[in-house]
Each structure stands twice: as structure tokens, then as C-alpha cells.
């Protein structure tokens, strides 16, 4: 993938596994998928990361079909920032190649079990990436990278009231506000 990364389970420790903290007993001791729970006695579970240090307290581990699942949507998401950040058409407009691009995204984060709505880091306001509001980001915060979206500009809640009105668009709500 990304030549940042040394491997793909280097991706997925970066990406997709949540804080130790977070995890069930079963999960950081590798006795189930961290992802989808199949008992690891049940199904093939390959380690996700290796931390010689605290092997006996944290070796979570992942089922083949959830590994594969979520390195696409990692791809997926890369395949679009970088398209979109290389594409002339792309600076004012979304291209066909954008969105056959975001399509796959969509479908690729449906297929590792992610909401269908995401939210854009800017206005975190919510949408579906099927709708093409929302494009691929990632940004660096704290010591990590991190994948996200934002909404193709402007942000909906940055469009003043009296001109969604001369424009006909709807009236912005913030998420969770009713009309
Ligand atoms: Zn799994
Ligand atoms: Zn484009
Ligand atoms: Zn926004």
C-alpha cells in the first residue's frame, strides 16, 4: 500500500484497531476476532500485532475475511485521496473517476461492517458518501495519521441561511436538530 506502512497488519494496527482499553479480556487475548467476535478456536485468527513486551496481556487477534474486509477499505479510501488530490477536475468538481472511486468506498466500508453515514471532520455534520457530499482525508493528530472525510467545500453549515434560500436548498440543520 502506502510506502509509510511496512506491512498490512503495520496498516490495520495503525488504522483499525481501537485502544487496549477498549477491547473485551477475549479480545485482547486474542480468543476471538477482535473485529467480529468468531471464537479464534472456530476460525483461522492471525496475530495483529506483536508487542513482545505485553504478549501475555495484549495479542488481539483477526479473522482472515475481517482483515481482508477492512485493508479494502483502507485501500479504498487511499485510492480516493489520492485521486482526488492529483485530479485538476477534482479541485472544483467531482469527477466520474472520483466517483466511481467513492462508490467502491462506500461499498468496501459496508463490507467491513461500518455505517453507511460518515461524518466530516470539519462541521461534523453526517451524511452518506453515496450521496457525494463527503470526500476521503486523513490528517495527522496527536502521533498518528488519521482517515476521515470532509465535505466537498463548502461545508453545508457554512452556507449563510439567505443564500440556501435564492439557491433553493433546503434549510441546514445541524445533526440531531428537527425543522
Ligand atoms: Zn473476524
Ligand atoms: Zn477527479
Ligand atoms: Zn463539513
Known sequence: MDAQYESDTQLLTMH??????TMTEAQRLGECCLWCDVSAARVECGPL???????????????DPCRTARLDYLRTHFE?????????????TICLDAVA??????????AAGKPDEVTCAHCHGAGPLKDLTVRPVMW???????????HLTPCPSAIPAWLREVAGLPEYLEPGETP
Open 140 to 150: 495527522e493528530g496527536g502521533s498518528s495519521l488519521h482517515c476521515g472525510y470532509l
Open 49 to 63: 500485532y506483536t508487542d513482545e513486551r505485553h504478549a501475555d496481556v495484549l495479542r488481539p487477534m483477526a479473522c
Open 101 to 110: 472511486l467513492v462508490l467502491a468506498h462506500a461499498v468496501a466500508r459496508e
Open 80 to 92: 480516493c485521496r489520492l485521486h482526488i488530490d492529483d485530479c485538476e477536475c477534482c479541485v472544483t
Open 16 to 21: 483499525e484497531v481501537p485502544p487496549a482499553s
